[in-house]
C-alpha cells in the first residue's frame, strides 16, 4: 500500500513563507508526477503546484512567482516553498502522486491526509 506523509503545515502572518513537504512509502515502481492541491472552506480542491518526472511544472495563476514545487525522485518527496504568503492561501494543502507499484500495469493516484496552512496576523 502506498501511502504519502505531509508535514510543514502551520500559522504564519502575511509576507511569510512556509515549507511544506510530502514522501511518498510503499510499493512504488515509479511516480510520474507529484503535486499539492488545497481545499478552503466551502470551496472545491484547487491545483496549487505539480511537477512531473521530467520536471515539467505547473502553477494555479495565483501563486506564481510566489509558490516554487520541487522533487527528489530517488526519495519519492515533493516540496513546496511558499514566500509572500497571503490570507487567501489560508487552506488545507494535500499531497497527491499519480504512480506505478510494483507488479502493476496501470497508473493509481493516491492523496495525504492533509495539511493545515493558516495566513493570518
Known amino acids: 500500500q502506498v501511502r504519502l506523509m505531509e508535514s510543514g503545515g502551520g500559522l504564519v502572518q502575511p509576507g511569510g513563507s512556509l515549507k511544506l513537504s510530502c514522501s511518498a512509502s510503499?510499493?512504488?515502481?515509479?511516480?510520474?508526477?507529484m503535486g499539492w492541491y488545497r481545499q478552503s472552506p466551502g470551496k472545491e480542491r484547487v491545483l496549487v503546484a505539480e511537477?512531473?518526472?521530467?520536471?515539467?511544472?505547473t502553477y494555479a495563476d495565483s501563486v506564481k512567482g510566489r509558490f516554487s514545487i520541487s522533487t527528489i525522485n530517488a526519495e519519492n518527496a515533493v516540496f513546496l516553498q511558499m514566500n509572500s504568503l497571503k490570507p487567501e492561501d489560508t487552506a488545507v494543502y494535500y499531497c497527491?502522486?499519480?504512480?506505478?507499484?510494483?507488479?502493476?500495469?496501470?497508473?493509481?493516484?493516491?492523496w495525504g491526509q492533509g495539511t493545515q496552512v493558516t495566513v493570518s496576523s
Open positions: 497527491y502522486a499519480n504512480f506505478r507499484a510494483v507488479g502493476s500495469m496501470r497508473p493509481s493516484d493516491v
Open positions: 510503499g510499493n512504488i515502481l515509479s511516480i510520474n508526477w
Open positions: 511537477m512531473t518526472a521530467g520536471e515539467v511544472t
